[in-house]
């Protein structure tokens, strides 16, 4: 059960590392992200509307598409607070802030987005990379 702990930040990790290119934040590349979010969403919601009888909600997203979504929205920002001082700050303290809001539910995956968005940052601002790993003293 420890596995829980550190997979998901590790993959949010690693999705920052892969979005360091500012290829990754172009309009085309976002917009086919968005696509899979839409293609991916809409079928999970058909099988779950045919397997269990749940309503349509395109407004949550379903098992594992919200991760679709938070890239889009972590990629998308980089570009707008980029230039916003002690923003990893901020981010850290808006993650811890989110659990006090009962309101904020999975509607639009809105509080794991802020929840991991600190774990997405330090490796496109550069503040952590792997050559702090693998240099040694």
């Not at 999705?15 to 979010?37: D, N, V």
């Not at 969403?41 to 058909?46: A, C, D, I, R, S």
């Amino acid at each position: 059960d420890t596995i829980y702990v550190f997979h998901m930040p590790a993959f949010v990790f690693m999705t920052g590392y892969l979005s360091k290119s500012s290829h990754c934040r172009e309009k085309a590349a976002l917009l086919r992200l968005f696509c899979a979010y839409i293609i991916f969403n809409t079928l999970m919601m058909l099988y779950h509307s045919s397997a269990y009888g749940t309503s349509f909600s395109i407004m949550s997203p379903y098992n594992s598409c919200w991760y679709l979504l938070a890239v889009i929205v972590w990629r998308f920002s980089v570009g707008y607070f980029e230039k916003v001082p002690k923003l990893l700050l901020l981010a850290v303290v808006a993650a811890l802030a989110i659990g006090l809001f009962p309101d904020v539910t999975n509607v639009m995956a809105a509080a794991r987005i802020v929840a991991f968005y600190p774990f997405f940052l330090p490796v496109i601002y550069k503040i952590l990379t792997f050559h702090f790993f693998l240099t040694s003293p």
